[in-house]
């Protein structure tokens, strides 16, 4: 199966995302609108996007409690997104409740997908396990994670893409790895620590990419994102 892109729009203003997707003409694109631009902007930005035709994963990475997180699902869902996440260190309770506030405030529409982060992509084993006391392998860890957000009813997880192989034999095929921390060959890792190719990325079954500064910060952002599309192409 081939993954889809989803570019990660992380601009400090509308309207530097908005002359970015220009860029791209007539095409249909699907795009992450993340913490710095939400946070700018508001839900206009993701109206707006949504007009123009693209795709869009509202990445606010909820953690609190749940009834927190549950109250503020229910106003996230009429914003109008197709994804949006919490973090799976929230708990399964959390999960749940994340769950059962998106559905409340989807009512009589289509309830956005949900997924979890297990452990970020730029979190590596040493300093999950000396920094952040969890004990045990990383992998194992997002294996964990990633059941415990499929016993709560989520759509699937952030992880990256090596992990995307264990989680769907773990979980089931149906179950999404969506997974940042890509990098074409030769880009900077920058802060990510669990990086792969788009072409490595989809072997190991990943289902989203999500792409960042591969494509935003290349010299030519739309023929960086076609390089990623010939990876996932080619057969
Ligand atoms: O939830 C995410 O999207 C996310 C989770 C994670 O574990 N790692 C991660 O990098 N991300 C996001 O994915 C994007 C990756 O950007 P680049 O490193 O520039 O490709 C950023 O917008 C991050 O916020």
Redesign the pocket.
């Known amino acids: 199966m081939k993954p889809e892109i989803i570019i990660?729009l992380?601009f400090p203003s509308g309207e530097k995302a908005l002359s970015f997707l220009d860029k791209f003409e007539n095409e249909k694109l699907y795009v992450?609108v993340?913490m710095e631009l939400f946070y700018g902007e508001g839900p206009s930005i993701v109206k707006e996007i949504k007009g123009r035709g693209h795709k869009v994963f509202l990445?606010l990475?909820l953690h609190d409690i749940p009834n927190t997180v549950k109250s503020a699902m229910k106003v996230l869902a009429s914003v109008g997104a197709d994804m949006v996440?919490v973090h799976a260190a929230g708990g399964i309770k959390m999960m749940k409740a994340a769950v059962e506030g998106l559905e409340e405030g989807s009512a009589g529409g289509i309830r956005p997908e949900i997924i979890a982060?297990t452990?970020?992509?730029?979190t590596d084993q040493e300093t999950m396990n000396r920094e952040l006391r969890i004990e045990g392998d990383l992998k194992d860890t997002v294996l964990a994670y990633a059941r415990n957000a499929q016993a709560a009813g989520l759509d699937g997880v952030?992880c990256s893409a090596w992990e995307s192989e264990e989680i769907h034999d773990g979980t089931s095929k149906e179950f999404l790895t969506?997974t940042?921390?890509?990098?074409l060959l030769g880009d900077a890792k920058?802060?990510?620590s669990r990086v792969a190719t788009p072409g490595r990325a989809k072997e190991m079954g990943s289902n989203y990419l999500?792409?960042?500064?591969?494509i935003?910060k290349a010299d030519d952002p739309v023929k960086a994102y076609k390089t990623c599309m010939e990876e996932i192409n080619n057969d």
């Open positions: 990660a992380d992450k993340g990445d990475k996440n982060v452990q970020l992509t730029s952030v969506v940042p921390g890509i990098r920058g802060d990510q999500v792409i960042g500064r591969s935003t």
